[in-house]
């Protein structure tokens, strides 16, 4: 009698990217932080733009889709923002595993177009202004940790 491996019946996390906006691939000092305004249970907290992943898409092809859409910029990606997750990616809830990158901005000017509306550059000093989801929080604190360090007095 053979044993079989119980097989998980949870389907797999949808793929969404996210994409860390600094000022400086090398050396950030600032984050560009979007606040929500859908779907009701989200609107008002702030989180790191980004969407779903289209079928046929690549993480890279989706992010700079919906940074687009989103944003009204072209970015240049980083670095990936590694999570815990398998692939380094972030849990959002069980439903969702993000992907994160760094990101700069290489034409136009971020304007809150479509699913935000309002933008805003943090710093080290001012990260926690904002109220962050909290399934961002840890991405953002990863982010934070690659800051530039400040020049000692």
Request: proline share 10%; hydrophobic share 45%; aromatic share 4%.
């Amino acid at each position: 009698m053979g044993h079989s491996t119980p097989r998980s019946s949870a389907p797999a996390p949808v793929e969404v990217v996210g994409a860390a906006i600094v000022d400086d691939l090398v050396a950030p000092t600032r984050l560009l932080a979007a606040r929500r305004t859908e779907p009701a249970a989200l609107a008002g907290g702030w989180e790191l733009p980004g969407g779903k992943v289209d079928p046929g898409e690549t993480c890279a092809e989706a992010l700079h889709r919906e940074i687009r859409e989103e944003l009204g910029v072209e970015v240049a990606l980083g670095d990936r923002v590694d999570g815990p997750l398998e692939r380094g990616r972030w849990p959002l809830g069980t439903a969702y595993a993000m992907t994160v990158h760094l990101a700069t901005v290489t034409a136009g000017e971020p304007a809150p177009i479509e699913d935000h509306d309002a933008l805003r550059w943090v710093t080290e000093d001012d990260l926690y202004a904002v109220a962050w989801l909290p399934a961002d929080l840890p991405v953002v604190e990863a982010v934070a940790a690659r800051f530039r360090p400040r020049a000692k007095p």
